[in-house]
């Protein structure tokens, strides 16, 4: 059996300091749990709050980078995949990560939420815009999980195992 | 010099009938000026009704195939590109298209918009759903170029040439 | 139908002046017989060969470019695929194309022979190096299949359809 | 800093046990040296043996599996990555590992060796076909290496940090 894989999307250059806040705290959550951390990898806005409050309580992490090397890596990912796909990796977040939350809101996030409706997998929001929500609402999908905090994110994955 | 790729993305199984008859219209106006239209190769949907009306108008269609082989396949593709990589070839209708209209919204739409914001490319919306327009709005990119029918949106790609 | 795609996977840099000469022939023969041209799309050795020869006979090229833009492209490509995939995107000249043409011998071009082995399909050398035609040998796939020059490669891919 | 990522690529099928033997003792020397294992990640062959060495020895082992889900994953692999690309997930594990052993020969392997040559990556072959050695002589690459043994591949990493 291997561990759980959490994926934490979020925006990276524009990400908000609540977002940042609530990625540092999920990250620290899930490295809590002994379950695997993985983010989009970059040293930036939530993929790099995300890795280093994981690293910061001893967890484990996953990078998957656009890049075919570690040009721009965050500093707290443990296992950086260099993909080389551009965006193309987006789908590799999603398809890898057992339960994806994504924490804020932004273009690269958005994309990463609609592929992970085609799975079949436990989709998480935290402090989502409301044209997200909106938007998700009417697309032929189960409704989307709406979180109010880390730990709120992290009771309702262990509710699921 | 290459002839001006135009992607037309859409819902596959959700298509709207106006949707579905705006991309009928959309590929024959593409073929009529001797452009490419490219799209998600499927049989359905968006996907198959543009690539149709771009082959009862003599147009050239591409269709960038989500799995290894041909099969469902619209029949009216003339360049099937089998990528084998599932939705992570949404990129690739990006990258690919000079110009991109999203013809309808659903989820897979909606994540090559995002990956379409990320490029400089224009970006035509057609028949968008309002949670979607909002959703762009908030987001730190260009304002979506929002089109009333196939014809203004030809109106407006020619107008950038 | 769509019609056939044949790919002519070959060096970039360091093919010789004999693989760009059959290049260059192929090109030709296979816009002659009305099929679609499919190379890897760069303005270099056998990619660009091959496209000249199709274009300088009226046929349809198609590039498939490890690139997320066109710099580097042939100006004898038609239809240039963006990848933005490096090389992974040698997997998809091979998922794309009916029948595979190695013209030469490099790095790039054996592993696309490599992966074609694995496919149902057809693929054709045009003066390998005996090395890569014994190596081939050795693997558990059907025996390579040699041809003599560009016209010979043709005869071959006729008598199969 | 990351720690080092040793890649191991190999036939998965058609393996001999010669290289099943020499997969397993790979896995452990890597293991031993706190250093990280990459495969191709399915329960087959040099990946699966690969693998269960490494987790016999209490290391960690990345697997980057074509598909787009476990099936057919080794159970030795701690963090599996699901990339849905195929065959073009072989670049990734190129990309990825920052030291390449190619145990054994197949067509997979050998792509993978050539798509190696392009990095600036140690490339190490053990118990290679002559057939493989002979073609890489005559690329325009540095020579291949040559081991002997498991134990004389890791000597020869080790003397490269």
Redesign the interface.
């Known amino acids: 059996m ?2 759980p ?1 959490i994926g934490v999307m979020g925006p990276g250059d ?1 990400a908000s300091q609540k977002d940042i806040d609530n990625a540092y705290e999920l990250g620290k959550l899930i490295a809590e749990q002994n379950w ?1 951390l993985l983010t989009g990898g970059r040293n930036l806005g939530v993929m790099e709050a995300a890795s280093k409050g994981a690293k910061h309580s001893g967890g484990l992490t ?1 990078g ?1 980078l656009p890049s ?3 040009d721009g890596m965050s500093e707290f ?16 977040n999603i ?2 990560s057992d339960v994806i939350i994504a924490c804020g ?4 996030t ?3 939420v ?2 992970a ?2 799975s079949d997998k436990l989709v998480l929001l935290l402090n989502p ?1 409301e ?2 929500v ?2 998700l ?5 189960p409704k989307p999980n709406l979180t109010s905090s880390p730990q709120n994110a992290l009771d309702l994955i262990r509710q699921t195992m």
Not at 137 to 141: I, M, N, S, T, V
């Open positions: 291997t561990k894989i524009g695997i996953v998957i075919e090397n570690k990912v443990d296992i950086p995949i260099c993909t080389g796909l551009g965006s193309a990796r987006n789908n590799i398809l890898t809101t932004g273009a690269g958005t994309s990463e609609m592929l409706l085609k815009s044209n997200l909106n938007l609402d009417e697309l032929p999908y």
